[in-house]
Each structure stands twice: as C-alpha cells, then as structure tokens.
T-cell receptor
Framework: DQQVKQNSPSLSVQEGRISILNCDYT??????FLWYKKYPAEGPTFLIS?????DKNEDGRFTVFLNKSAKHLSLHIVPSQPGDSAVYFC???????????FGTGTRLKVLA | GAVVSQHPSWVICKSGTSVKIECRSL??????MFWYRQFPKQSLMLMAT?????????EQGVEKDKFLINHASLTLSTLTVTSAHPEDSSFYIC??????????????FGPGTRLTVT
C-alpha cells in the first residue's frame, strides 16, 4: 500500500518554463511534507518542505503547494534550468516521528 | 552543509557471505540514523531506525537477524547484510539527523551503496 504516490514517472520541460511535479498521499498522519532532489548514484538532497498547517511555502525558484482536502501537494520550479534535471521525490513525515514515507519519484528533464 | 558518507559506494559479493556498509556523519553528531533500501524505479523504503547506544527499530517485514544494525557512536552506524542472497541486491541509503538541529524534519542522506549479490 503506497501511502505517498507520484503518478508521473517522468516530465520534460523547456528551459525557462515552469516545472510542476505532483504528489498525492492517502492518510492524514503526516505533519510535514518534503521534496528531495536526487542525482544518479547520490543520496537525496533536501529542497523544500511545508508544514501540514500551511498551504504554501516558497524558496527562491521553488514553491510547494499543499491542498489538504485533496491530499495533494505540488512542487513548482520557475524558471526551470537544465541543472534542475534530476529525480524528485516527495516525502511525508509521520507525525511525531522522524519516519519519512517516500514517493516513487519523478524524473525531470529540463531541455535547453 | 551537513555531510553524510557511506562506504563502500558499491560492492559485489557472493551468495552466503556477509557485507558491512558504513554510514558516517562527517561534521555533526547524529543520535539517530536511518537505513533505506531502494529498488530500481521504486521509492526509498525505510528499513530501520538506528539509535546510538540502543537497539535499532526495524520496520515491519524487515528481518532484523538478516540486516544487523549497530550504532556504536554518534557519528557511525553500520548495516551488515548477513548471508546475502541475490534478492538482497539493491541500493542502500542511510540518512542521519543532526542532533543539534532545530529543524525537526531534516535528515541528511548519504550517497548510497550499490550491493550486488552473485
């Protein structure tokens, strides 16, 4: 039972345009949601997070939106750059713990 | 930023042998470390939570006698895959939580270890 889902395995976007990566979750036991970026043969690196009591968090080119009623979050990258090409994982933290549940990842390719 | 290293980065071993993977926090202390496993095109699955000086907590379905975890210091956790079989071949990633952080949700990930059992 996959509690955190990323239904799009891949996404291609032109440089300078907006990249939108989506993530859905199935229960309400999570208090934080995070996005990680991963390059091949490397561990994930933290990008941005959002508390479950917020609906938006912005950090430079990265913005995360949370829709609790829909159990959906999205990561917007604007403008997209070729260096953003990587696999992006969303993760949800189980409330009151340090346990993260990860999605399956979306491979983003930004075309120059 | 906080750095977590893993050693080895890749290893090939024969069925029936044991393999030890090290996870080190290089510039911070980590009371808690985590071990994940990732199959191709799948998500990172938490295997166990490693606490310094105490027994690890294993996730449901993970055999604690097969995946031995030791967290003997604040900067080192080890995962030993005992009597390895081909189905244990996977990408193993550790993460560490900075004990001194005020950010309650951040974990720092190592680069991973690719294990191939022949």
């Amino acid at each position: 039972d996959q509690q955190v889902k990323q239904n799009s395995p891949s996404l291609s976007v032109q440089e300078g345009r907006i990249s939108i990566l989506n993530c859905d979750y199935t229960n309400s036991m999570f208090d934080y949601f995070l996005w990680y970026k991963k390059y091949p043969a490397e561990g994930p690196t933290f990008l941005i997070s959002i508390s479950s009591i917020k609906d938006k968090n912005e950090d430079g080119r990265f913005t995360v939106f949370l829709n609790k009623s829909a159990k959906h979050l999205s990561l917007h990258i604007v403008p997209s750059q070729p260096g953003d090409s990587a696999v992006y994982f969303c993760a949800a933290r189980v409330s009151g713990t340090y346990k993260y549940i990860f999605g399956t990842g979306t491979r983003l390719k930004v075309l120059a | 930023g906080a750095v977590v290293s893993q050693h080895p980065s890749w290893v090939i071993c024969k069925s029936g042998t044991s393999v030890k993977i090290e996870c080190r926090s290089l510039d911070f202390q980590a009371t808690t470390m985590f071990w994940y496993r990732q199959f191709p095109k799948q998500s990172l699955m938490l295997m166990a939570t490693s606490n310094e000086g105490s027994k690890a907590t294993y996730e449901q379905g993970v055999e604690k006698d097969k995946f031995l975890i030791n967290h003997a210091s604040l900067t080192l956790s080890t995962l030993t895959v005992t009597s390895a079989h081909p189905e244990d071949s996977s990408f193993y990633i550790c993460s560490a939580r900075d004990t001194g952080t005020s950010l309650i949700y951040e974990q720092y990930f190592g680069p991973g270890t690719r294990l191939t059992v022949t």
